[in-house]
């Protein structure tokens, strides 16, 4: 651990963020898992350090979606600055013209609804990818590039980094002028991996030697420190040798790359080598692969949802509400008023999955041939059924059709370690009618073979069927995750989606959510929706027209 000083108060960093921020290479991209402080620790200085020491400055924060933006990124930022003494309202102002006290920008925005103004006159604009025309006619000094693997290279290349030019007669000098941070967890598709490639634009040479001129400078400045407090004169040779560092190190900084990813292993020393050793006995290869070595994976061919594609994947942000929440909201508002994709005069059709420590609900609509998976949620360890209802229903407190269509099968009937003595199929119905929904249940009989239910979905996903699948990317993160990763166990009766997980402990490699529960929700909603129609789902188009 290291720390640093903010008036009087003392910041930590970690060795990855710490290496980060010393090394200050002019494009950084950081690949690590959740939990790691890349918003927190990586981002906040980044934007801050650019925006202090570049007074009047125009950057860039690029998020896949506005909501993410609002829920995850910002929220980040701001969470940081304030513990370092930077208040919102008194140092910055978000999403509105900032006051006459403040320093203006050099090139000002023609609008502040989606900026941040420091007292400096620096801004920095929020460029969410859902929203057309975020780009346009801006002139950038610096880019942060958040959630990298759910940005749109495509339109990133052609919309956003022709904009990162800067002015250079103002901020010429500084080596993070027209810097580039980009951080994300690793990537499961080919479309999501374009910042992998970095990897190889790194020069391991130049970054080692300016590892090594931070060393000479700061054993430089100590030799001169101790000099001082013992009253004797400094050289002017130190003083040039000073400046001569300091003019390479900003120099090197300027052309550098600086590429990391942080896999468990880096922690070795940490965590024991006796540690890796039993993950790499207990996760499956795939978790161990992604969770431990940080690896990428994509949509395996093998895998039991082969046909799915990045196409399958879609945003649905509300701009107009989400616009009309600011930027100082209530988490309460993040309510079903955010999503364009859902139909508020149509029920919402969902299947579920039961678990002694995770329970799930996969929501869906139909809109023509589409099956649209507006939404997933669920629960862990202690809260059971009815928390998961009760979480559906916070969400669509606002959904004017207050019906479910629930698909269940024979696993939903005559047992429950999750709640009480009555069967899921009991409490589930309990906890909707309880909180006012209506509740048509549509019984599936027993769960339907492996090898059919595989032949039936993926021909789903390749739209040979009556509906094909497309996943609300904002709002089911965690059960993509688990589609691309399911695999599939072959033996002598044929094969089966390998579910050999779902029994071990969790662990913050091997998470209950990115395990193979949440897929079967999602089965049974496929299968309900494509094989048992309800007339009151297929009767309302998009407008809610019959």
């Known amino acids: 651990m290291t720390k640093t000083m903010s008036k009087s108060k003392e910041i930590y960093f970690n060795e990855p963020q710490r290496l980060t921020q010393l090394i200050g290479a002019n494009i950084s991209v950081i690949v690590a898992g959740r939990r790691t402080g890349k918003t927190d620790s990586i981002a906040a200085p980044f934007v801050l350090r650019n925006m202090q020491r570049m007074p009047g400055s125009t950057g860039g ?35 509105r013209k900032p006051p006459k006290s403040f320093a203006r920008a050099i090139i000002e925005p023609s609008d502040y609804e989606h900026v941040i103004s420091f007292y400096n006159g620096s801004v920095a604009v929020i460029i969410s990818q859902d929203r057309p025309g975020s780009s346009n006619s801006l002139t950038l000094s610096w880019l942060l590039i958040d959630e990298a693997k759910f940005i749109d290279y495509e339109r990133l290349k052609d919309e956003t980094l022709p904009a990162n030019g800067g002015i250079k007669s103002y901020f010429g000098k500084h080596s993070f002028n027209h810097s580039i941070m980009i951080l994300s967890d690793m990537p499961q598709t080919q479309k999501g991996s374009w910042f992998l490639h970095y990897k190889e634009k790194m020069d391991e040479e130049l970054i080692e030697t300016i590892k090594a001129t931070i060393y000479e400078i700061w054993k430089t400045k100590e030799r001169v420190r101790k000099m001082k407090r013992e009253c004797k004169a400094v050289p002017k040779y130190l003083k040039n040798h000073l400046r001569r560092l300091d003019a390479s190190l900003n120099k090197m900084r300027s052309v550098a790359v600086y590429y990391k990813e942080y896999s468990s292993i880096e922690n070795l020393q940490l965590l024991g080598e006796s540690y890796i050793k039993q993950m790499k006995r207990d996760l499956t290869p795939k978790t161990f692969q992604t969770s ?45 008023r955010t999503d364009s994709d859902v139909n508020t005069l149509a029920p919402i059709c969902i299947g579920m999955d039961y678990n002694a420590n995770i329970n799930w609900i996969v929501a869906g609509q139909i809109e023509g041939r589409r099956l649209n998976i507006i939404k997933s949620f669920y629960v862990k360890f202690e809260r059971k059924i009815p928390a998961l209802v009760e979480e559906f229903c916070n969400y669509y407190t606002r959904h004017e059709n207050k019906t479910v269509i629930y698909y269940y099968d024979t696993t939903a009937l005559g047992a429950n370690y999750a709640v009480n003595e009555q069967d899921f199929r009991w409490v589930v119905i309990h906890e909707f009618e309880k909180r006012g929904w209506q509740v048509n249940d549509v019984y ?54 390998d579910k050999g997980g779902e029994k071990l402990a969790e662990t913050e490699e091997d998470l209950l959510q990115h395990r193979t529960d949440g897929t079967d ?26």
Request: aromatic residues 14%; positive net charge; charged residues 20%.
């Open 521 to 546: 929700a999602f089965d049974t909603l496929y299968i309900g929706c494509e094989k048992f129609p309800q007339h009151e789902v297929v009767a309302y188009n998009t407008s809610g027209v019959m």
């Open 61 to 95: 924060i690029v998020v896949p979606t506005f909501k993410h933006g609002l829920t995850n990124t910002l929220p980040g930022l701001f969470a940081a600055w304030k513990r370092w003494g930077y208040i919102q309202g008194v140092h910055y102002v978000v999403g």
């Open 292 to 336: 431990i070595l940080c690896q990428r994976i994509g949509i395996s061919k093998d895998g039991f949802y082969s046909s799915m594609r990045e196409g399958h994947k879609y945003n649905a942000s509300n701009f107009e509400y989400l616009d009309s929440l600011g930027y100082d909201f209530s988490p309460d508002a993040m309510d079903s």
């Open 444 to 497: 599936l009989g027993n769960p339907m073979r492996h090898d059919e239910k595989y032949l039936l979905i993926n021909q789903g996903f390749a739209g040979k069927q009556r509906l094909m699948p497309f996943f609300n990317r904002q709002n089911n993160d965690d059960l993509i995750l688990a589609i691309q990763s399911a695999g599939v166990v072959r033996g002598r009766n044929g094969f089966r989606k």
